[in-house]
Antibody, heavy 121, light 107 residues
Framework: QVQLVQSGAEVKKPGASVKVSCKAS????????ISWVRQAPGQGLEWMGW????????NYAQKLQGRVTMTTDTSTSTAYMELRSLRSDDTAVYYC??????????????WGQGTMVTVSS | AIRITQSPSSLSASTGDRVTITCRAS??????LAWYQQKPGKAPKLLIY???TLQSGVPSRFSGSGSGTDFTLTISCLQSEDFATYYC?????????FGQGTKLEIK
């Protein structure tokens, strides 16, 4: 079946970096894009950015520009999201979600199970 | 950025009730609106896209309507499994922002 499986929970210190993976299966990875969405405890959904699995094009949320990098490895059908210079307010559940692969935004039809990232000294 | 205002932020209802949640976009987005359901500790689930198209496998008691700036999600006959938080999202342009969410609780 079509699914996205994310890496496990992480605990990081302020200033560190985290890299979350999202492995796709059950569909042609390069025909779609992957968006990343995060949710702080008790809060709503925040879109972080998008990457095309076809050509690697990206579009990042303005507030994260310079701190976030999204990449894909087509040989393993895996997407990655790296967030640097972590702060306490980056503590959240991070989700990957399948969406359109071209440059236009799209609805998110398949979601990963989420990865909890805790930033604490 | 196109902002989405979702209301109400919370809603109490009983099994069997009909409920409506609304989203208003800060500018016209045609029909580029999606609705998601999220249960505690779980990832969001796509219910409706293109404002009114039901995602495969979603029960027909869910329906969406609207275009331009004003949209609604209606659940026609609430079931116990429908108590959750609902989000709308515009995908007309980047960034594809979400509404603030509506928590649907049992009365």
């Amino acid at each position: 079946q079509v699914q996205l499986v994310q890496s496990g929970a992480e605990v990081k210190k302020p200033g560190a970096s985290v890299k979350v993976s999202c492995k796709a299966s059950g569909y042609t990875f390069t025909s779609y894009g992957i968006s990343w969405v995060r949710q702080a405890p008790g809060q709503g959904l925040e879109w972080m950015g998008w990457i095309s699995a076809y050509n690697g094009n990206t579009n990042y949320a303005q507030k994260l520009q310079g701190r976030v990098t999204m990449t894909t490895d087509t040989s393993t059908s895996t997407a990655y999201m790296e967030l640097r210079s972590l702060r306490s307010d980056d503590t959240a559940v991070y989700y990957c979600a399948r969406c359109g692969g071209n440059s236009l935004p799209d609805a998110f039809d398949i979601w990963g199970q989420g990865t909890m990232v805790t930033v604490s000294s | 950025a196109i902002r989405i205002t979702q209301s109400p932020s919370s809603l109490s209802a009983s099994t069997g009730d009909r409920v409506t949640i609304t989203c208003r976009a800060s500018q016209g987005i045609s029909s580029y609106l999606a609705w998601y359901q999220q249960k505690p500790g779980k990832a969001p689930k796509l219910l409706i896209y293109a404002a009114s198209t039901l995602q495969s496998g979603v029960p027909s008691r869910f329906s969406g309507s609207g275009s331009g700036t004003d949209f609604t999600l209606t659940i026609s006959c609430l079931q116990s499994e429908d108590f959750a938080t609902y989000y709308c999202q515009q995908y007309y342009s980047y960034p594809p922002l979400f509404g603030q969410g509506t928590k649907l609780e049992i009365k």
